[in-house]
């Protein structure tokens, strides 16, 4: 519960206690290009396993995937 917390809180940048649309795909946004190493707008299997290996604990607390 208190990830949970921690996911919501870092997704509501407006601090209002609700996600809008556009907050939570702001995430999305941010997430797709942490993850996109070779910058073409998607991703692949082999792109989101090695995002997922080389983030630190902040970048997991708020990777959406």
Aim: glycine share 10%.
């Amino acid at each position: 519960r208190a990830l949970l917390g921690r996911l919501f809180d870092a997704l509501d940048a407006d601090g209002d206690g609700k996600l809008t649309r556009r907050e939570w795909q702001q995430q999305i946004e941010r997430d797709l290009a942490f993850a996109d190493a070779n910058d073409d707008g998607r991703i692949t299997l082999k792109e989101l396993s090695n995002a997922r290996e080389n983030m630190g604990v902040g970048d997991a607390i708020g990777m959406l995937f």
